[in-house]
Nanobody, 115 residues
Framework: QVRLVESGGGLVQAGGSLRLSCAASGSLISNTTMSWYRQAPGKRRESVADISSGGSTYYASSVKGRFTISRDIAKNTVYLQMNSLKPEDTAVYYC?????????WGQGTQVTVSS
């Protein structure tokens, strides 16, 4: 049974930083592409960043230069370091990964950026 558990969300002022964590169990993050998505109220879920099994990274244009995705293979955990946060970054952030031809999502963690 694969499980993804996010943590690290919260309330922060504009310009501040947060680090999200996604701890995986039941499979190895090094075997797949791990992704972060977010969904703001009334908007569609959108891709934020991902890291491939080989370590290559991708960022949405809206977060490039401010967010950094990384992983600790020993801890089987993926991180999203978010700097220079803006009110428009406010959303529920989800961890996602495909394992064994199934799609797995975490429960989400709320990030709120006040102006």
């Amino acid at each position: 049974q694969v499980r993804l558990v996010e943590s690290g969300g919260g309330l922060v002022q504009a310009g501040g930083s947060l680090r999200l964590s996604c701890a995986a169990s039941g499979s190895l993050i090094s075997n797949t592409t791990m992704s972060w998505y977010r969904q703001a109220p009334g908007k569609r879920r959108e891709s934020v960043a991902d890291i491939s099994s080989g370590g290559s990274t991708y960022y949405a244009s809206s977060v490039k230069g401010r967010f950094t995705i990384s992983r600790d293979i020993a801890k089987n955990t993926v991180y999203l370091q978010m700097n220079s946060l803006k009110p428009e970054d406010t959303a529920v952030y989800y961890c996602y990964a495909p394992f064994f031809n199934y799609h797995y999502w975490g429960q989400g963690t709320q990030v709120t950026v006040s102006s």
